[in-house]
C-alpha cells in the first residue's frame, strides 16, 4: 500500500460512523415491557398462593394446606432441568408466553369453577401440580430471556431492575391476594390473579428479541436427553460457570433456612411475637431492594466476581449475628444488611452467569441455577425446622453462616472468577 492509499485509508475510518453507544435498560421500551410483563406475572404469582392457602385453609385443615402448597414443588424440582432443554430448542419467549396463558386459562377456570361449587381438596391439588409443571417451563425461560432482550453491558443492570420488580410484587401481591378474598372469596382472587396473567401476554408478545449468534461449540442433539447432557457438560467445561454454579448451591443451602423458616422461629424463641417478626422481615426487604436498587441505578459494578464473593460472606457474617442480637431493633438492623449483602450478591452472580453463557446454553444453564434456588435449597426447611428443636437458633444460625462462607470462599479460591468482570 501506498502513501497515497494510507491517507486515503486514514480519512475513510476517522469518517466513518462510531457504533451507537448502548441505550440504558431504564430507557428502552424493550426491556421495560418486559420488566412490565414480569411484574404483573410475579403479583400474579402472589395473589395465586395467598389464594390457594386461603382456599385449602377453608376445605380442610392445617394438614391438608401443607398438602396443597407443598405438592407442586414435586413436578417444579423433576421437571426444572427439562424446562431449560425445552427454553433452548424454541426459544425462551415461546416458552414464557404459553406458561403464562395456561396459568390464565387454570386459574379462570377454577375461579369459574368456585362461582358454583365450593372449593374441593381435589381440585386445588390438581391446580397445584398443573401450576409446579408450569414453573418448572416457566422459570428456566424467564430467566434466559434478559440477555435476549437487551445488550450484554445492561444486563447488570436488568437483574437490579428485576429484583426490584421482585420485591414490588411481594409487597403488592399479598395484600392485594388478601383484599380480593375479603371482598369476594377464593374465587375473585384466582380470577384477578388469572388477569394479571393476561396482562402480561401482550407485553411478551410484542418485545423484540436480539438474534442468537451461532455457537460453535454448542452441539444440536436428536434427543432432549443429549440436550441436557450437552448443557451440564457445558457448566463442567466452562471456566466460570461450574465455579458459580457451586457458590449458588452452597450459598443457598445456608440463606434459605435461617431467612424463611429460621426467622419465624427466632421470633417465638425469644418472644418477639408477629410485630417483631414483621420488622425483621421488613428490614431484610429493604436491604434486598436498596441492593437492587445500586444495580439499576449503577449498571454495572467493577470486578464482579471479586465484590460478588466479598458480599456473600459479609451476607454470611450477618446471618451468623443475627440470632445472637438481644433485641428486635438490632436484629432488624442485621436482616437489614443480609438482604443488602446477599441481594447484591445473588444479583452479581446472575447478572454473571447471563454473560459468560453462550447464547445456545442460557436455558439449560439457568435451569441449573434455579434448580439450586427454588427446588434443592428449600429442601433445607425440614432440616432447619429439626435443628432448632435440638440446639436452639444460636448454633443452627451459625452453621448455616458457616455454609455461606464456605461457599463465598469456594468462589474466591477461583482466581478467574474472583478476576471476573462484568462487559462495561
Known amino acids: 500500500m501506498n502513501a497515497t492509499d494510507t491517507a486515503t485509508a486514514a480519512i475513510e475510518t476517522a469518517a466513518a460512523p462510531a457504533p451507537a453507544p448502548e441505550r440504558p435498560a431504564h430507557r428502552d421500551g424493550n426491556v421495560l415491557r418486559w420488566l412490565g410483563a414480569y411484574t404483573a406475572s410475579m403479583i400474579g404469582d402472589s395473589v395465586y398462593y395467598m389464594a390457594l392457602a386461603w382456599a385449602a385453609a377453608r376445605t380442610g385443615g392445617g394438614a391438608q394446606t401443607g398438602i396443597v402448597l407443598a405438592v407442586g414443588s414435586i413436578p417444579r424440582a423433576v421437571l426444572m432441568l427439562g424446562g431449560g432443554v425445552l427454553a433452548d430448542r424454541i426459544g425462551p419467549r415461546r416458552v414464557v408466553i404459553s406458561s403464562d396463558a395456561v396459568r390464565c386459562l387454570v386459574v379462570l377456570a ?67 391476594g388478601g383484599l380480593a378474598v375479603a371482598l369476594g372469596g377464593p374465587g375473585l382472587a384466582f380470577a384477578a390473579a388469572g388477569i394479571l396473567f393476561a396482562v402480561s401476554l401482550p407485553l411478551l408478545m410484542s418485545l423484540r428479541m436480539r438474534p442468537a449468534p451461532a455457537q460453535e461449540g454448542a452441539t444440536a442433539s436428536r434427543t432432549a436427553w443429549g440436550d441436557l447432557a450437552d448443557g451440564l457438560r457445558h457448566i463442567r467445561r466452562h471456566p466460570l460457570l461450574g465455579p458459580l454454579m457451586i457458590v449458588v448451591a452452597v450459598s443457598e443451602l445456608g440463606f434459605v433456612g435461617p431467612l424463611n423458616l429460621g426467622l419465624i422461629l427466632l421470633a417465638e424463641e425469644r418472644h418477639w411475637g408477629a410485630s417483631g417478626m414483621g420488622w425483621i422481615g421488613a428490614a431484610f426487604g429493604l436491604g434486598a431492594g436498596a441492593s437492587a436498587l445500586v444495580l439499576a441505578v449503577r449498571g454495572r459494578v467493577p470486578r464482579a466476581g471479586l465484590v460478588m464473593c466479598l458480599t456473600v460472606l459479609s451476607g454470611a457474617v450477618a446471618v451468623g449475628a443475627l440470632a445472637q442480637l438481644p433485641s428486635v431493633a438490632l436484629a432488624a438492623t442485621a436482616a437489614a444488611c443480609v438482604g443488602l449483602f446477599a441481594g447484591l450478591g445473588g444479583s452479581l452472580c446472575g447478572a454473571l452467569i447471563q454473560t459468560v453463557t453462550e447464547p445456545a446454553y442460557l436455558g439449560r444453564v439457568t435451569s441449573v441455577s434455579t434448580l439450586f434456588t427454588h427446588a434443592i435449597a428449600p429442601l433445607s426447611f425440614p432440616v432447619t425446622g429439626a435443628a432448632v428443636a435440638l440446639w436452639g437458633t444460636g448454633p443452627v444460625f451459625a452453621a448455616s453462616a458457616a455454609v455461606c462462607v464456605l461457599g463465598a470462599l469456594t468462589g474466591l479460591a477461583f482466581t478467574r472468577l474472583r478476576r471476573a468482570e462484568l462487559p462495561a
Open 110 to 176: 377454577l375461579a369459574g369453577a368456585l362461582l358454583v361449587s365450593s372449593p374441593a381438596l381435589w381440585m386445588l391439588i390438581a391446580v397445584a401440580l398443573v401450576f409446579g409443571v408450569v414453573d418448572a417451563l416457566f422459570l428456566p425461560a424467564v430467566g434466559a430471556l434478559p440477555p435476549r432482550v437487551t445488550a450484554p453491558g445492561q444486563l447488570a443492570r436488568v437483574q437490579g431492575m428485576r429484583g426490584l420488580s421482585t420485591r414490588a410484587a411481594n409487597v403488592v401481591g399479598a395484600p392485594l
